[in-house]
Each structure stands twice: as C-alpha cells, then as structure tokens.
C-alpha cells in the first residue's frame, strides 16, 4: 500500500488547512483510517479517526477544530483543521487505524504543518 499525504504548509495561528491522503490500496474501503502526528522529539501519535462507516474520534486536543472525513470510491482521507495553533505543528501522517493494519512499513511520507504565534 502506498500512502501519500499532502496539503500542509505554513500558516499562522488561527489560520485553516486542509490535508488530504490518498490511498493506492483498495481495502481502504474495508478499513478504519487514521490521522496521525509526529511532533519534533514526540512519537508518532493518533489525532482523527474515521471508521469505515464515517464516524469520527479525536483526541481532545483537537476535538471542534480538526474534522476528518473520507471519499472511499476515491480512496482519499481528509483532515480539515481550523483555528490552528503552534503546538499543532507537526508532521502529519495517514494510514489504517490500527496503524500496523497495513504492517510496519505502510508508513508513506507526512506532510509538514507549521503554526507561527
């Protein structure tokens, strides 16, 4: 499975973005997907999910600010995210919720997102 995420940049606080990841694997349709973030220093960490059905979870940290959402006939996951804040900055990446789904090395590339204050 290959997983590329795109639509980060730099922004500044408050300010919107809108991530996408598309998906070359067709059980993206028969899995939970996931956002995740890597913050410099941090693990690797679960922020949005959206379930093969389209029910969401966030962590509280972004819980009323970050939506995700999925297109499965396009195999593509989104993460809208508003009212960013610095501590958003991160790397965020895409893949199966659980994340070893796809196995250790379905990671693809993140895509970078830097709140300035």
């Known amino acids: 499975v290959q997983l590329q995420a795109s639509g980060g940049g730099l922004v500044q606080a408050g300010d919107s973005l809108t991530l996408s990841c598309e998906v070359s694997?067709?059980?993206?349709?028969?899995?939970?997907m996931g956002w995740y973030r890597q913050r410099p220093g941090d693990q690797r960490k679960l922020v949005a999910a959206?379930?093969?059905?389209?029910?969401?979870s966030y962590v509280d940290s972004v819980k009323g600010r970050f939506f995700a959402s999925r297109d499965n006939a396009k195999k593509i996951l989104y993460l809208q995210m508003n009212n960013l804040k610095p501590e958003d900055t991160a790397v965020y990446y895409c893949?199966?919720?659980?994340?070893?789904?796809?196995?250790?090395?379905?990671w693809g590339r993140g895509t970078q997102v830097t709140v300035s204050s």
């Open positions: 893949n199966a919720d659980p994340y070893y789904t796809w196995g250790p090395h379905s």
């Open positions: 959206v379930s093969i059905g389209g029910s969401e």
């Open positions: 694997d067709g059980s993206f349709r028969i899995n939970n």
